[in-house]
Nanobody, 127 residues
Framework: QVQLVESGGGLVQTGGSLRLSCAASGRTFSSNAMGWFRQAPGKEREFVAAINWSGGSTNYADSVKGRFTISRDNTKNTVYLQMNSLKPEDTAVYYC????????????????????WGQGTQVTVSS
């Protein structure tokens, strides 16, 4: 059974940091781009960051550029999202996802590209 399991969420004050992890099991995603998305209450799921299979290409939403960093460790089948300078508007459930295509040279932002999704981890930033 293929699973993506996010961890590392929690409650943090404005300006604080969190590091999210997404561990894959059941198959390897070392040849797939991986993405992070988030969904706040009453809002649609939105793209946050993505990284291609090799880690050589990354892509960020404008709202998180300069504050968030996506990375991956293919030996551990894990992708990370380092979140710094957190703001209350970053409060959401964060999901990781795996691209349906293999060996993509870029890091896609479109939700439709992603076939496998985790259950999400809550991030709450207090003001």
């Amino acid at each position: 059974q293929v699973q993506l399991v996010e961890s590392g969420g929690g409650l943090v004050q404005t300006g604080g940091s969190l590091r999210l992890s997404c561990a894959a099991s059941g198959r390897t995603f070392s040849s797939n781009a991986m993405g992070w998305f988030r969904q706040a209450p009453g809002k649609e799921r939105e793209f946050v960051a993505a990284i291609n299979w090799s880690g050589g290409s990354t892509n960020y939403a404008d709202s998180v550029k300069g504050r968030f960093t996506i990375s991956r460790d293919n030996t551990k089948n894990t992708v990370y999202l380092q979140m710094n300078s957190l703001k209350p508007e970053d409060t959401a459930v964060y999901y990781c996802a795996a691209d349906r295509d293999r060996y993509s040279t870029w890091a896609p932002a479109a939700t439709i590209r992603y076939d496998y999704w985790g259950q999400g981890t809550q991030v709450t930033v207090s003001s």
